[in-house]
């Protein structure tokens, strides 16, 4: 699912990590995140959940809505560095459009199956964010190949089984590989 922002459809994080940045996700996702993480925060003053969770105690906004738009130009870029290194080091030639289409078609069956050339390619990729949706809210910044610290700061944390309870409760479900990310 992709967003196309319109007036009022994407709304800003009154909880963010880095207000200059000012995350925003659909209006609906917003509302339900500042309400969950109220709730968050009656039950640290209740002494219901462990108050020195760094990550799960009071709740930030460290990512939300990212524009696919931007991304795609990004990846495009990328992809087209890419292209240009193959060419020169493949010591190909190009003098018309003709050439080109041959030569990059003959690339482009090689390396299109692991990285879209297309929008559509792109956005059904998995190297397109779920952030793209409006429906992806953070609330840290870790790295996400880093399984250790994912334990240290989420899994194992005591406000864990209390962080699953109400994100769910509130309509969210946790990304089984990013548990700051929540859905």
Known sequence: ?????????????????????????????????????????????????????????????????????????????TYSRSLNVIFKRNGIKIRNFDEFMKELMVILSSTASRNAFTRP????????????SGLAVEIADLDASNDEEKMKQFVNSRNWDFYLQTCSSYGFMVDANVPWRMV
């Open 1 to 77: 699912m992709i967003v196309k922002p319109v007036k009022g459809n994407l709304k800003n994080f009154k909880r963010t990590a880095k207000p200059a940045e000012a995350p925003q996700a659909l209006n609906f996702v917003v509302d339900a995140f500042e309400q969950m993480a109220r709730q968050f925060e009656k039950c640290a003053m209740l002494g219901k959940i462990d108050n020195s969770d760094r990550f799960l105690t009071n709740l930030k906004v460290y990512k939300g809505y990212q524009d696919q738009n931007v991304l795609y130009r990004n990846h495009l870029i």
């Open 121 to 132: 390619g792109y956005l059904k990729s998995k190297r397109c964010p779920i952030n793209c």
